[in-house]
């Protein structure tokens, strides 16, 4: 029994170091994306500003003119790429939160209507309750989850789609945010990918139609969804997605926690009795 006590004992020892050594590797490599994502920030904003001023005071020829644009689109990209790496990594740090009390129905309204210039060929739809619906979270990553999932119905799905977005507050108090469109789907065998990093449906690696929400096109990342599902895990909640034929639907649920109360239930719990 002694013999055997021992062996175990090596075997756990061997197995919290190995934990330790991987968990040790994790963070190393971490700490370089976040390093290397915030020091490329200067060399890209530096390109794309000469970029600019080179379109604006030089000469080209038509050709020439094509090859700048050229640059200054495939410099936005890897910005775009950049910003989302170092946003993943500060999430993934667990960095706290910025706390405030969101208005998620003008949320909604506002990251619709910039979506509506973006994309005209779109049928965008609001289905928002009849009194505000606030919650507590930080108001810059709710926005940008928005942003990532409109956009992403945006980019994969045809002209003429229609996207619907959606506000409730559940009966256990829970606040949850649905967008769904009738585009073509996203392939079965895809479906539990879609939240993985740099995760890209072969259809679109192979530059034929996207699907919707089938990964990146031309153009993106394939961090966008993985973005949505770190920054609601963080504010305690979670994203859900089902998909078929002409419907796709990602839904967002924060918990009651997150969820802020009326004015007036905070009012009367404010409210102390005199003495």
Request: aromatic share 2%; charged share 25%; hydrophobic share 40%.
């Amino acid at each position: 029994m002694g013999s055997v006590g021992h062996a175990l004992n090596l075997m756990l020892d061997n197995v919290a170091n190995a934990l330790e050594a991987r968990q040790r590797s994790e963070t190393k490599v971490r700490q370089f994306v976040a390093d290397a994502s915030h020091e490329l920030r200067t060399p890209l904003t530096a390109i794309r500003g000469y970029t600019e001023l080179m379109r604006m005071t030089e000469d080209f020829t038509p050709d020439g003119r094509k090859s700048l644009a050229r640059v200054q689109s495939q410099s936005e990209r890897m910005t775009t790429l950049v910003e989302d790496l170092l946003l993943l990594a500060r999430l993934d740090e667990g960095q706290p939160l910025k706390l405030t009390e969101v208005d998620l129905t003008q949320l909604v309204i506002e990251t619709v209507s910039d979506e509506k210039v973006i994309a005209p060929g779109h049928h965008w739809r609001l289905e928002l309750p009849d009194e505000p619906l606030a919650v507590t979270g930080d108001a810059s990553q709710l926005r940008q989850v928005l942003v990532n999932l409109l956009s992403n119905a945006r980019k994969h799905t045809p002209p003429g789609t229609t996207v619907v977005t959606a506000v409730t507050r559940s009966a256990d108090g829970s606040a949850a945010v649905t967008v769904t469109d009738d585009g073509g789907g996203i392939p079965a065998e895809f479906v539990d990918h879609v939240f993985s990093r740099f995760a890209r449906a072969d259809a679109a690696r192979k530059g034929t139609a996207p699907t919707s929400g089938a990964g990146a096109s031309e153009g993106t990342s394939g961090l966008g969804l993985s973005i949505v599902q770190s920054i609601m895990e963080a504010h305690g909640g979670n994203v859900e997605v089902t998909s078929r034929a002409e419907r796709t639907e990602f839904a967002l649920l924060l918990p009651a926690g997150a969820v802020a109360q009326p004015a007036e239930a905070r009012g009367q719990q404010g409210d102390t009795p005199s003495s």
